[in-house]
C-alpha cells in the first residue's frame, strides 16, 4: 500500500527558513504527481506546490511562489519543500499528497506542523 511520511515540521521564527520531506513507498506508478498542501487552523486545505515525477516538472500555486521550492530526490522516492521567509500565516499543517495522472490526489501523509512565530 501507498505511504507517504512527512518529517521535517517544528517551530520557527518569522523570517526563518524550514524545509519539509516526504518519503513514498509502496507505489509502482510510473506517472504520478506528488504535492505539498496545508490547512491552517479554521481554514480550508489549500494547495501549495506539485512535481511531476515522469517529467521532472514543478508547479506551485500562485501565492506560494517566490517563498517556496518543491524538489524531489528520485532515488529516495521522497519530496522536498523549502520554505523561506516565513511568515505567520504559514502556519499550518503540511500535508503531502500522492496522485496518478489524471487522478485525484488518493494518498495522504499524516501532516507535519508548521508554527511561524511573530
Known amino acids: 500500500q501507498v505511504q507517504l511520511v512527512e518529517s521535517g515540521g517544528g517551530l520557527v521564527q518569522a523570517g526563518g527558513s524550514l524545509s519539509l520531506s516526504c518519503a513514498a513507498s509502496g507505489h509502482s506508478f510510473s506517472d504520478f504527481y506528488m504535492g505539498w498542501f496545508r490547512q491552517a487552523p479554521g481554514k480550508e486545505r489549500e494547495f501549495v506546490a506539485g512535481y511531476r515525477w515522469i517529467d521532472d516538472s514543478a508547479y506551485y500555486a500562485d501565492s506560494m511562489t517566490g517563498r517556496f521550492t518543491i524538489s524531489r530526490d528520485n532515488a529516495k522516492n521522497t519530496l522536498y519543500l523549502r520554505m523561506a521567509n516565513l511568515k505567520p500565516e504559514d502556519t499550518a499543517v503540511y500535508y503531502c499528497?500522492?496522485?496518478?495522472?489524471?487522478?485525484?490526489?488518493?494518498?495522504w501523509g499524516q501532516g507535519t506542523q508548521v508554527t511561524v512565530s511573530s
Open positions: 499528497a500522492l496522485a496518478m495522472s489524471g487522478g485525484p490526489y488518493d494518498y
